[in-house]
């Protein structure tokens, strides 16, 4: 499957985005999509995954409650809405593919997904 995101760009502390995940090539309703980003001098974090069949949806704890992810199979889309944007999620943001479904201690481990879009960059500042 080939993913492509999209959405990302400059906003000012406190507000809000809404990240895109176009998937392509395959059944979308097969897979397990998570978005993770990645700051400047940090490593690649997990955020958020919906898995495929159940729907189950995991989140990172610092992300819960400004974070909402959603996937829509009808249209092979999947979003990450960003609420109260703070400087600190600077990051490019990545949504990966993981064929199958996902245990739910495995999620926001990286090595598993072997489908990655190209990244999409946010940038928090005033």
């Known amino acids: 499957v080939q993913l492509v995101e999209s959405g990302g760009g400059l906003v000012q502390p406190g507000g809000s985005l809404r990240l895109s995940c176009v998937a392509s090539?395959?059944?979308?309703?097969?897979?397990?999509i998570t978005w993770f980003r990645q700051a400047p001098g940090k490593e690649r974090e997990g955020i958020s995954s919906?898995?495929?069949?159940?729907?189950?949806?995991y989140y990172a704890e610092s992300m819960k409650g400004r974070f909402t992810m959603s996937r829509d199979n009808a249209n092979n889309t999947a979003y990450l809405q960003m609420n109260d944007l703070k400087p600190e999620d600077t990051a490019i943001y990545y949504c990966?593919?993981?064929?199958?479904?996902?245990?739910?201690?495995?999620?926001?481990?990286?090595?598993?997904?072997?489908?990655w879009g190209q990244g999409t960059q946010v940038t928090v500042s005033s």
């Open positions: 990966a593919a993981y064929r199958g479904l996902m245990h739910r201690n495995a999620w926001s481990n990286q090595k598993l997904y072997r489908s």
């Open positions: 919906i898995t495929t069949r159940n729907g189950a949806q």
């Open positions: 090539g395959s059944p979308f309703g097969l897979y397990t």
